[in-house]
């Protein structure tokens, strides 16, 4: 079953913690895109194809123990790792499904991904749903000796491409729930200011309307400010 593979890759000592959050979390944050989207994939489904989404890097994770997302992700080297995660499901006793969010979680609907460039028709919903819970955690996630983005920082960099990448309205959803996610939290702006994320901008959710004490500061009409740290 996946709980027993699960097990094995935490005993596994190659596969760092590090990694084993970034499964959990975009099981996570898939799980609650199904919820919010109730789009009756099943729970259990999504959340398996998401724990699972990743399980080809531990085999080149074996072969290269400093391993980084962030500096591998875009490698052909990592390009592998779904082809691995693949082959190793294709005889478990699995949804197909989950087998095929394991294959194209990297694929684009403009056909930029890999490893097949398959296009919009092509690509489940289930694999949508992991392709932007694994994005923005691979974004923002802690690494040794990497340095990662704010979360307003990582909605802002999904944006400027995602549109023609990912499913749009899958994007809008979990852009403007993530945005949400972090109202009232404290921040300090890039002029050394603090405040908190009191409303967000629902045309630029990565701009939200901070407070800064009894002054409301729309950072959607302010060009040269932006929030360079949650607190």
């Keep these: 079953s996946f709980y027993q593979r699960l097990e094995e890759l935490e005993k596994d000592r190659v596969f760092c913690r590090h990694q084993m959050n970034h499964l959990l979390d975009v099981a996570r944050i898939a799980y609650i895109l ?3 989207m109730n789009l009756g994939i099943g729970q259990d489904l999504i959340y398996t194809a998401a724990l699972l989404h990743d399980i080809g890097v531990l085999e080149i994770v074996r072969e290269n123990s400093t391993f980084s997302y962030h500096r591998e992700i875009e490698t052909n080297t990592y390009e592998q790792h779904v082809i691995n995660g693949h082959n190793q499901l294709k005889e478990a006793d699995i949804h197909p499904a989950v087998r095929q969010a394991v294959l194209t979680h990297h694929e684009r609907l403009d056909g930029s991904g890999y490893p097949l460039k398959v296009t919009d028709a092509n690509i ?5 749903i992991v392709a932007i819970a694994d994005v923005y ?36 959803i979990f852009m403007r729930h993530a945005a949400e996610s972090l109202l009232q939290r404290s921040v300090r702006l890039n002029d050394g ?9 629902k045309y630029c959710v990565y701009q939200p309307i901070i407070s800064l004490g009894g002054a409301f500061l729309d950072l959607g009409k302010q060009k040269m400010l932006y929030i360079e740290e949650l607190l």
Excluded: C, W
Aim: cysteine-free; hydrophobic content about 40%.
């Design 34 to 36: 199904d919820l919010k």
């Design 137 to 172: 955690d691979t974004l923002t996630m802690e690494e040794p000796g990497e340095q990662r983005l704010m979360a307003f920082e990582a909605l802002r960099k999904m944006e400027l491409n995602g549109y023609r990448r990912f499913d749009a309205h899958i994007l809008m």
């Design 193 to 201: 200011r603090i405040g908190h994320v009191a409303m967000i901008n």
């Design 124 to 128: 489940n919903m289930t694999s949508r």
